[in-house]
């Protein structure tokens, strides 16, 4: 069955670096992935789409990869903020023409000032 | 716009009892999702509705739990008897039509069952 596996870690960087988040799958080839961001007692939030002839999505200061052969995508945060502390999810279409998603446990991230 | 609207916000009830979640989708979205939240299983697909009807509900784990769309801007998640395995967090989202696969989320309804 298809499976996805994020950082299961709490990733804590410096105000200012790059954070880089990791979604790995398999027995799957999604037509697209998503990126959500959640805040604790909020709902997910969207943050990109990168289809699966995208090699690479960017949005201010966010950036992300999609390696159909590795069948990984990372997440870039470049100059990193406080205020972007959150736990960040992915999640892949089931194929075909179901609107259903999988979703990954997500990375809680903290960017210390 | 508001948004996805959820209602209750919380929810406390005792075990047998029926509980009865409600979602106002954003309007003109046509896609309806209902999951459920955990820490242990996270975001887990209930169902979900398009064009108000029901198009996959293999993640209702069992009879106790159903869901209706009698109209465009209303839907409802039963649960009944609640147990306290259900005690979770609820989502609705919703989507627009054709390629616009991006969901958009509500607060969510925080379920105890004790």
């Known amino acids: 069955s298809q499976k996805i596996e994020q950082n299961s870690e709490a990733l804590n960087i410096q105000e200012g670096k790059t954070a880089t988040l990791t979604c790995n799958y398999t027995n799957y080839s999604p037509a697209y992935l998503q990126w959500y961001r959640q805040d604790p007692g909020r709902g997910p939030v969207f943050l990109l789409l990168i289809r699966e002839n995208e090699k690479e999505k960017r949005k201010e200061r966010l950036k992300v990869t999609f390696d159909t052969t590795l069948k990984q995508s990372l997440f870039h945060i470049t100059a990193s903020q406080p205020a972007d502390s959150a736990t960040y999810l992915c999640?892949?279409?089931?194929?075909?023409?179901?609107?259903?998603?999988?979703w990954g446990l997500g990375t809680s991230l903290a960017v210390n000032p | 716009d508001a948004g996805v609207i959820q209602s209750p916000r919380h929810e406390v009830t005792e075990m047998g009892q029926e509980v009865t979640l409600r979602c106002k989708p954003i309007s003109g979205h046509d896609y309806l999702f209902w999951y459920r939240q955990t820490m242990m299983r996270g975001l887990e697909l209930l169902i979900y509705?398009?064009?108000?009807?029901?198009?996959?509900d293999s993640g209702m784990p069992e009879d106790r739990f159903s869901a209706k769309m009698p109209n465009a801007s209303f839907s409802t998640l039963k649960i009944q008897p609640s147990e306290p395995r259900d005690s979770a967090v609820y989502f609705c989202?919703?989507?627009?039509?054709?390629?616009?696969?991006?969901?958009?989320f509500g607060p969510g309804t925080r379920l105890l069952v004790l």
């Open positions: 999640a892949l279409d089931s194929g075909g023409n179901n609107r259903k998603l999988i």
């Open positions: 989202a919703s989507s627009l039509p054709a390629t616009q696969e991006t969901q958009y």
């Open positions: 509705f398009n064009n108000n009807v029901p198009i996959d």
